[in-house]
């Protein structure tokens, strides 16, 4: 296997060169920008995951000029910048497309459509993960869990939900961003490009009509446990008393409910030789002894 010259220079331990600097027009912008996210913090290093953000609103990714930018506005190293940039998955260090697709491959999704989505999207889209297709539109990729169970098999594009997928409307959803369409997400804001979501992600205001008051809410079923935690009561829980002995009578004041109020079956306590197994026919061998 051959090695080109800057992979052996790096494998020598020799220095890069330093990184290109920003145009001057571009650096003034965003040492404009930059200003404002750091006054929103009493400690300026505070201030680095939406500036890295920014500067990936600059070219689609963070490359080593943003880092470099980075690390000069908040008297950082560019070693603690990278170490950053380097651990959360949103910064890309790679070009990347207007769209990032993302298929949920966890558990839930997976076994219920996420794995053959996702293989079908590569096919489609001839791509593998973390890829981006030729025209610069689409980069695919596997993702964790979005807390979207309820709604599997969940896709993301540029963050926002697109519930209860199947192969082909993920293929439909892909071709339409490719070809320019209009494409709604199932819940809250609309679509913008990778570099504008990431601009928003740095602090900045959508400004587009309705982007803040759309609802990205998961509907009832997902704001249960937000309600628990903020001490809403808990349905309640109704299990049948077992009959026979004094401690087995209602209380008084006690609501017995009917068997169809249960909410599931494991309401419904059974005498612990219930779930045994049934005995074979005949005698065991310690019996017939």
Sequence with gaps: MTTSSSEQGVSLGMPQLPPPAYPDDVRARLETDAREVVARYPDSRSALLPLLHLVQAEEGHVTRTGMQFCADVLDLTTAEVTAVATFYSMYRRR??????????????CAVLGGDAIFSALQEHLGVGNGET???????????????????????????EFFDNQTVASARSLVDDLRQGRDVEPTRGAPLCTFKETARILAGFPDERPGAVEASGSAGPASLVGLRLARGETAPARVVHPRD????????????????????????????????????PAGPTTEEGE
């Design 95 to 108: 070009p990347s497309g207007d769209y990032q697709v993302g298929v949920c491959t966890n558990t839930l």
């Design 133 to 159: 297709t030729d025209d610069g539109k689409i980069t695919l990729e596997h993702i964790e869990c979005n807390a979207a169970c309820d709604f599997a098999p969940v896709v993301m594009v540029n963050w």
């Design 244 to 279: 026979g002995g004094p401690h087995d009578q209602p209380q008084q004041g006690v609501h017995d409910p009917s068997p169809a109020e249960h909410l599931s079956s494991h309401d419904a306590p059974q005498e612990t030789s219930d779930s045994d197994p049934a005995h």
